[in-house]
């Protein structure tokens, strides 16, 4: 959709916000795209549950157990510490999905998969079929969903008539912006990928391109580069799920603007750093920007203090 009053009210390029939160599924978001594959590859494979990691408040995490629910495939949820007691946001609705949800003593991204693989381990020998996805469904097969994604763009910029010049989008896990990448590459079209870090593992663009050579394999493609992905760290704050005043900011201004709401973890600090390089002259007046709404609105419900 044209954000027409958001981008009357910075006076700079034409912004376009690509609605992935209205994916039809569990408050939508990007990850269903990389769920696609990775549910049919699952079913493929005979599963009877699926396991992946994530934060307490993890989209991908709710994502994955309500597409597994609608494939009546049975969730398992290894999750970091939450940020207080109680079910809240996304843990919520991991609680009324029915998911497995597991609080293992370590809480970094390598504890985490440990203990997933671990959980497998039992229900292989209980005589399941656990099929385990990666933090963020980001591996080979799941960045396929936005290799699609940009042929979709590409048809739908066609339509409008319009030359997309840059994609902005929240970087945490890397496998979208990787997908950006190939699907950029396949389509022939030369847009900025921006990646605004939100928390990633790793913030650099050397671990995006990673991932996608890892895609790019899968496809018979030649390598890509760090080149091919612009990263911006400015825009973190104090670190991973703690909101920043430049994303509550601009949480504000696109909803007062568009009556569209951006999430405080993910989409609300790359709104950020794409407001920021507007303001700065960065971009120019007669670009047209896409912003991809990776969704994630549950995590609103989390911090009300912020808006106090």
């Known amino acids: 959709m044209k954000a027409e009053r958001l981008s009357r009210e910075l006076g700079g390029p034409t912004i376009w916000i690509k609605r992935d939160d209205l994916a039809g599924l569990a408050f939508?978001?990007?990850?269903?795209?990389?769920?696609?594959?990775?549910?049919a590859d699952?079913?493929?494979?005979?599963?009877?549950?699926?396991?992946?990691?994530?934060?307490?408040?993890?989209?991908?995490?709710?994502?994955?157990?309500?597409?597994?629910?609608?494939?009546?495939l049975q969730p398992v949820l290894v999750?970091?510490?939450?940020?207080?007691?109680?079910?809240?946001?996304?843990l919520l609705l991991d609680a009324i999905l029915g998911a497995?949800?597991?609080?293992?003593?370590?809480?970094?991204?390598?504890?985490?998969?440990?203990?997933?693989?671990a959980e497998a381990e039992k229900l292989r020998a209980q005589g399941h079929k656990p099929y385990c996805i990666p933090l963020g469904g980001s591996s080979a097969l799941g960045l396929m969903g936005y290799v699609l994604a940009v042929?979709?763009?590409a048809e739908q910029a066609r339509a409008l008539g319009i030359k997309i010049a840059r994609v902005f989008a929240a970087f945490g896990s890397g496998g979208t912006h990787a997908g950006l990448?190939?699907?950029?590459?396949?389509?022939?079209?030369?847009?900025?990928v921006v990646a605004v870090n939100v928390g990633a593992v790793r913030g650099d663009a050397a671990f995006i391109a990673e991932i996608a050579n890892e895609g790019a394999a899968l496809l018979g493609l030649a390598p890509l580069t760090a080149g091919d992905v612009t990263v911006m760290n400015e825009y973190l704050g104090k670190g991973y799920a703690i909101p920043s005043p430049e994303g509550i900011a601009a949480i504000k201004q696109v909803a007062r603007t568009e009556?569209?709401?951006?999430?405080?973890?993910?989409?609300?600090?790359?709104?950020?750093?794409?407001i920021a390089s507007v303001r700065a002259g960065r971009i120019k007046k007669d670009e047209n920007v896409v912003f991809i709404h990776t969704g994630g609105g549950p995590a609103l419900f989390v911090f009300p203090e912020c808006f106090a």
């Open 42 to 72: 699952a079913l493929a494979r005979g599963a009877t549950h699926v396991l992946t990691i994530g934060g307490a408040q993890s989209n991908h995490a709710m994502q994955t157990a309500a597409v597994a629910r609608r494939l009546g």
């Open 28 to 39: 939508g978001g990007n990850k269903i795209r990389k769920l696609e594959f990775l549910m």
């Open 181 to 192: 990448m190939l699907g950029k590459k396949l389509c022939g079209l030369d847009f900025e």
């Open 100 to 117: 497995d949800v597991q609080f293992p003593v370590v809480y970094d991204a390598d504890g985490l998969h440990k203990a997933m693989l």
């Open 79 to 90: 999750l970091g510490k939450p940020r207080r007691p109680g079910n809240e946001g996304n």
């Open 259 to 274: 009556g569209i709401f951006l999430d405080p973890v993910y989409t609300s600090k790359a709104m950020a750093g794409l």
């Open 151 to 153: 042929k979709e763009m």
